[in-house]
């Protein structure tokens, strides 16, 4: 079955660069969610997209940005970036007609230096 | 806020043996409560979940439990295998519209030795 796909697997940035993250979500999944999770961390909600809609906002900071584009994939645009940023970064998908059952994609792990 | 608690932080077990892990939340219109494993460096992997209407859910060796009126529930896995050892989180859906917005848990590292 085909799962959530993200884009880059790794990524290293300085500080003050500025970097994109791609999620495609699986197939007929409307929603998308974007988490970041640091060494040893619990995942933490960024921000959600429901039909190219911005859905819920979380602890994201105001230098990220993201959006969801008609085909439903999404990118989170992260700019000034700091040390602090570095992390993993999930996306996840669902389907708004079996509400709430997110499946995550292989997560993006971005490094600052 | 909204807050989900996560006991234990480890838990060790023999193989063969149950694992239990308890979860507490705060938001009375929390209605969805999953369950993701984790191993080292790997995606979240949904494992299990429960919605506020049911008190008790199975999947072979996995189960969960809810208790609405306390706000807690529960995952229990028995006759462990190696396999099983990962961080274990529970979730829980934070207001009624939340479009499934998810808190979790600060996790558990279960570790199952043969």
């Known amino acids: 079955a085909a799962g959530v796909i993200q884009s880059p697997r790794h990524l290293i940035k300085e500080k003050r660069e500025t970097a994109t993250l791609k999620c495609y979500p699986i197939p007929r999944h409307d929603t998308v969610y974007w988490y970041q999770q640091g060494p040893g961390q619990d995942p933490q909600f960024l921000i959600s997209?429901?039909?190219?809609?911005?859905?819920d906002k979380g602890s994201i900071p105001d230098r990220f940005s993201a959006q969801q584009f008609s085909d439903y994939h999404s990118e989170l645009n992260m700019s000034s970036l700091e040390l602090g940023d570095s992390a993993l970064y999930f996306c996840a998908s669902s389907s708004s007609g079996i509400s709430y059952e997110q499946y995550f994609g292989p997560g993006t792990r971005l490094t600052v230096t | 806020g909204e807050n989900v608690e996560q006991h234990p932080s480890t838990l060790s077990v023999q193989e063969g043996d149950s694992a239990v892990i308890k979860c507490t939340y705060s938001?009375?219109?929390?209605?969805?409560f999953p369950w993701y494993k984790q191993e080292l460096g790997k995606r979240p992997q949904l494992i299990i979940d429960i919605r506020s209407n049911v008190g008790e859910k199975k999947d072979q060796r996995i189960a969960v439990t809810l208790n609405k009126t306390a706000k807690h529930f529960s995952l229990h896995i028995t006759e462990t295998q190696p396999e099983d050892s990962a961080v274990y989180f529970c979730?829980?859906?934070?207001?009624?519209?939340?479009?499934?917005?998810?808190?979790f848990g600060a996790g558990t590292q279960v570790v199952v030795t043969p």
């Open positions: 938001d009375s219109a929390s209605n969805y």
């Open positions: 997209f429901y039909e190219k809609m911005q859905s």
């Open positions: 979730a829980a859906s934070i207001g009624g519209d939340s479009w499934g917005k998810l808190q």
